[in-house]
């Protein structure tokens, strides 16, 4: 009796554990959208480090974010809620396309319960981190197929003072912690222009997500028999690749927090293929050659895992 009750305790601690962090995510996840903050962060990959200064505001027009680089290559990304404009005047070009999520902070899923038989959720404890009262929470995965993440998450308005990414035993792959950050800040409108005018420079534009984008349910002609668990289609479309090497077919799997690409292309048309594994940071690409075709799949996941899903492309209609 008493070891079913220490038991049946551990399992409500959980539990409740589990309900802590959610709230915490979410909570989360709403700061880095609805707050006003400006902070200066660094970004830890690869024995390497980057300093960047993140300017986000929100007010009737919906968000408006500036993101300018202090250390390397001199770099600003404008973003609102429907564009996306990247300048860069080392190559004197600006690239213009439909907005993404806010980079380089993770999205999460806005239902957490969707990932929760995948990783688990905890919520770690207190800490203190860049002068703020923390919270710790823990999103760790339940196989080798994923990484995980540690969030320290102001105690008093949800913004996310530090994130690590982790591989399935905890030890951090990429680090991106604030340094300076004011949040609630008065943000105003020059604060939010670029310090470069784009004159002169090269400009493209990607509005229209590709050509020939198609739904999920789309038949590709291609098809992966090998995900993890938790892993689907979401995305299928021809997209163009660099000058003279045609179109590819792109796929995008997903459990809903890692995504997977696969790329496919007539092998004819590159000149340097990629031929096995090769990684960079938390980023892992494997490429093969099937029926004459690159086949490369690309994502932020183990390489285990890209491994395993470009072994199992073949032509072919979806299993069933």
Not at 27 to 52: C, K, P
Not at 149 to 155: E, G, L
Request: net charge negative.
């Amino acid at each position: 009796m008493r070891c079913l009750l220490i038991v049946l305790l551990a399992a409500s601690t959980q539990v409740v554990a589990g309900d802590s962090a959610r709230q915490w995510l979410d909570d989360m996840s709403g700061a880095l959208q609805n707050l006003n903050y400006d902070g200066t962060f660094v970004y830890l990959h690869d024995d390497h480090m980057e300093a960047m200064r993140i300017i986000h505001r929100v007010d009737e027009v919906g968000q408006r974010e500036r993101l300018l680089s202090l250390s390397g290559s001199a770099r600003e990304v404008l973003r609102d809620d429907r564009t996306v404009t990247c300048i860069l005047p080392d190559n004197k070009s600006v690239m213009v396309g439909q907005s993404r999520p806010s980079q380089p902070f993770p999205q999460l899923p806005k239902d957490l319960d969707s990932i929760s038989r995948y990783y688990l959720l905890e919520d770690v404890g207190d800490d203190r981190m860049t002068g703020f009262p923390a919270r710790v929470i823990a999103i760790t995965p339940r196989d080798r197929y994923r990484y995980g993440y540690r969030f320290w998450v102001d105690k008093d308005s949800a913004m996310l003072l530090k994130s690590d990414l982790t591989t399935v035993d905890g030890k951090p792959i990429e680090q991106v912690m604030f340094t300076r950050l004011s949040i609630g800040a008065d943000i105003s409108e020059d604060d939010l222009q670029p310090s470069m005018s784009g004159d002169g420079y090269e400009w493209s534009r990607q509005m229209d997500g590709g050509k020939q984008a198609r739904s999920p349910d789309s038949s590709p002609g291609w098809v992966v028999r090998r995900l993890p668990d938790g892993f689907n289609l979401t995305h299928y479309q021809h997209r163009p690749m660099r000058k003279g090497r045609g179109d590819a077919q792109h796929m995008v799997f997903s459990d809903g927090l890692a995504t997977v690409s696969v790329y496919i292309e007539d092998a004819d048309k590159i000149r340097d293929p990629l031929s096995g594994l090769s990684g960079m940071g938390a980023m892992n690409a494997y490429g093969t050659v099937i029926e004459g075709y690159q086949v490369t799949v690309v994502g932020e996941v183990p390489p285990a895992t890209v491994e395993m899903v470009a072994g199992s492309v073949s032509r072919g209609a979806q299993d069933d």
